[in-house]
């Protein structure tokens, strides 16, 4: 997995760079670029970020995820300790591919993600995509933002109910938006007068 991800060039975006590894008596060392604070550690610092922060944060894992995709390897543990700051500006890197797992190799019942961050399918045991990582990067941009965990369940189950609960009001107010909305415009055409 590091081997394919040390082919990476410059195109490598947000990903961490690998430069090696050594032994040290009976311990293998792993050996990465050096980086700054997690976002885990900057949200219990600062509660919250800037929209514009957020955006280019959401911006450049988005890519780097893009990236894995194209050379097949999902990252499975998407979360805020898991992206580091470079340094005082908005760049940050992906960390931590211990969890990672090549697409042919996706098996239901792998050890996948931090319970906040499983995509449903991972708490349903269900096959899955790397459309794991893009669950759990939404999941961490609403983090980013509200300073706190959308679905801080202690187990799969308890994630399953907030998952669900969360759908079922979000569905709730947009077929109420939408049915106010379609009021809106049956009276707006009555009137001769459209809206686009």
Partial sequence: MLERLRTLGPERGAIVRWNGCFQDRLHI????ELLGM?????????????LDWIRSIVYQVAAALGILQMIGIIHGDIKPENI?????????????????????????GAPTGTTWYKAPELLLGLPYTGA?????????????????????????????????ICCTVLTFSLSTCMYYLNLD????????VFLL
């Fill in 29 to 32: 060392c792993l050996e990465f």
């Fill in 84 to 108: 580091m700051l470079v340094d005082d500006s908005l760049n940050v890197k992906i960390i931590d591919f211990g969890l990672a797992c090549h697409v042919s190799q996706a098996r239901v």
């Fill in 185 to 192: 415009m049956r009276a707006n055409m009555k009137r001769g």
């Fill in 132 to 164: 794991i990582d893009v669950w759990a990067l939404g999941c961490v941009a609403l983090d980013l933002f509200t300073g706190y965990p959308i679905y801080p369940g202690d187990s799969d189950y308890q994630m399953v109910g907030l998952t669900l």
């Fill in 38 to 50: 997690s976002l885990l550690e900057y949200l219990e610092e600062y509660q919250t970020l800037e």
